[in-house]
Nanobody, 116 residues
Framework: QVQLVESGGGLVQAGGSLRLSCSASGSINSINDMGWYRQAPGKQRELVAAITSGGMPNYADSVKGRFTISRDNAKNTVYLQMNSLKPEDTAVYYC??????????WGQGTQVTVSS
């Protein structure tokens, strides 16, 4: 089993930056892909960015060029650097990890609020 703890959310003005972190514990050697999702009020949870165990990133079109996902396997941590934030980026951001057996784990979520 994998446990995930996010940190780094908060309130920022439009155009600002935030960096989210997600630390993994438990069966960390079984983790394959990791990613960040977000869910705004009244909307479905959506993929923001994901990264493979080999470091290959994938981004939603809405964040390309503004967000960067990275991974430090030695620290069992995945990061999401968010620049040029927009009010529409406001959401609860969730960390996700998928093991080599296809089991998905979620963090508790961290709130990101971007004011206009």
């Amino acid at each position: 089993q994998v446990q995930l703890v996010e940190s780094g959310g908060g309130l920022v003005q439009a155009g600002g930056s935030l960096r989210l972190s997600c630390s993994a514990s438990g069966s960390i050697n079984s983790i394959n892909d990791m990613g960040w999702y977000r869910q705004a009020p009244g909307k479905q949870r959506e993929l923001v960015a994901a990264i493979t165990s080999g470091g290959m990133p994938n981004y939603a079109d809405s964040v390309k060029g503004r967000f960067t996902i990275s991974r430090d396997n030695a620290k069992n941590t995945v990061y999401l650097q968010m620049n040029s934030l927009k009010p529409e980026d406001t959401a609860v951001y969730y960390c996700n990890a998928i093991t080599i057996w296809g089991v998905s784990s979620w963090g508790q979520g961290t709130q990101v609020t971007v004011s206009s």
